[in-house]
């Protein structure tokens, strides 16, 4: 388990941002957009690039010549699946405290080399597949879009993204604020899990109420509620995804797959019962089951 | 799709890291089976080649003792069109072999454990997911991180507490650590020996193979991209998903569905059929699909035969929804049978999407509930009438 030393700070002004994979598209469209959201991004890496700049922000051929010039705790990768690894590596090799992978399809294995250095070097990884994190009002590492959020208390963790957007959208129509959201990714291979999200939400005194939104495959949700019953204090509603998918076929996500017993909807739906954890069964009823809670 | 690999084609992986096999020949039809067998001077074994398991209860592994019996046997198991598997398109002939004793050997990446994990039990050929549920301490079990080498030495101790000593403990823990090897060098996800067997004159042998691949790691295997079973059990709609790159799979109902993102496509799966719909499709063109990529998404939709209007549900970050709109418009030209299409578009650029689909006629929601609303009270006017 990767520890969340690092979440606390980061939408302070004490992180500082390097975009690995800052001339792609992706990267370009993103940077703009995190740049517009108050996050703090002091350079970007594209290798043979190093010169040009992109929405302002210089760009250097490695983190190394970044560093000569900028001080960068945090990193976050928008470059294909094939030099994912590379790239983490890179970062790691930097002494970067923060990684955050948005990149979908990158091999599992080198998911594990990644994931297995960090937690021997107590860094601290987010994804892959992810939309990243923001705390409105604040800052934002990823993709997740500004303007569906507002400020507030609920604390959101997640293994999608788009799905996250939605629910996102109908809280904050609600009126309903948010603390922060992590997106930790479709992958069944990752960083940072459901527990580090929760132990870091109910320690957080910004945070008042919890939504968890899982999906089939894996045991992540019912590792997860075994948590909350144990260690959680703050009231947690999730929302899964998957209800009616067939098993044997993979959703989408590399990590959405139910094979023979193992993560089906019906597991976590019968372990989530046990704990008396609240299950919304449409996005709308996770805010019925917020109001109630803050009656 | 879970990518499994045939048989052979996992036992052709085995053999580059040096497992005993015995000799084999794949074949697609009775006659070539029948030559097959006479070659083997002996009984032979006829396996079928699909991508599931429980073959010998299926009457998919059987003994033919003459060429004849195996012409016989072959051109059952070709006719049989009761698999959910599909049709067998190839069969193994295998000498038959004398079993003294099955054993069991994995391979696999624990998700939940961030490690590799190895199995290795004494009971061969049952179900290990039976055995672990009635009794997961048969079971040998050792996890080993993403960046240990895997020796031999590493497993002398999994292997001797299953009752394994002397030399046949080395050459199980060698197994073993080829496995472990075979999954790291190969991308693997699953690899499962069972049985893997010592015969009657003590002989070690491979006798079935279930590998499953990484397809996020396929373009560093060229191998891998060109076996058979990744390709041929595609029907012709998900051949043109995979040659457009969709992530789709067919379903049995007959509302088509067309998402952004895995977590909101199965979603407005589950909300379809929780408001009582059918769901012909999950569809999901990912983020930042171009007007050329949802243009096609929708041409897959209407050619499900079953398909009676669709929904597409768009919430764009990078997705921008003026190239959905175009995308959109550009495959209602080719909606030869004028199918319904409801369209929820909110996000990057949701106004000018908006604009353009109400240029053509098309009104799009914004919140995705009445949109949903909207697609139930139009799939039940179309119950009892024809596609117009």
Redesign the interface.
Known sequence: MNSLVTLPTFISSSTKVIVQGITGYQGKFHTKNMLEYGTNIVAGTSPGKSGESVEGIPVYDSIKDAQLHHEINTSIIFIPGPAVLAAAFEAMDAGLSLIVIITEHVPVWDVGQIITRASKEHITIIGPNCPGIISPGMGKLGIIPGNICISGHVGVVSRSGTLTYEILHELSLANIGQSMCVGIGGDPLHGIGFIDCLAYFDADPNTKSIVLIGEIGGSDEENATEYIHNFVHKPVIVYLAGRTAPPGKKMGHAGALVSGKSGSIENKLHVLEQFHIPVATFPKEIITFLRKIHE | ??ILLYEYEGKLLLKKYGFPLTYGKVVDNPQDAKVAAENFHSPVMVKAQILGGGRGKRGLIQMGKTPLDVHQIATSIFARNDLPEGPVRHLLIEQAIQIQQELYLSAL?D??R?Q?LLMFCSQGGVDI?ELNQKNPKAIGKQWV???TKMFPYCFYDLVGSQGFDGRKKILLATMLSKLGNLL?DE?L?MAEINPFVFTTNDLPLVLDAKISV????Q??HIEQQQMASLGENLNILEVYAQTNDL?F?Q?NGDIGMI?????????T???L??MGGT?AN?L?V???ASAEKVQSALELTFKIPQVKLVFVNI?G??TRCDQVAEGIIAALKKNLQHLPVIVRL???NDQIGVRILADHGIKAFTT??PALNETITMRKQLDGGNHQ
């Not at chain 2, 998402?259 to 979603?267: D, T």
């Open positions: 799709m879970i990446i998700r939940d961030k590799i997911e991180d993403f960046d790291r991308d996800l990484d397809p996020s790691a373009y560093r992530a799979v379903l998402s952004c993102g895995a977590g909101l496509s199965m979603a799966c589950d909300l059929t929780q769901v999950f999901d990912g983020g930042g919430f970050g990078i909110i996000g990057t995705m509930e």
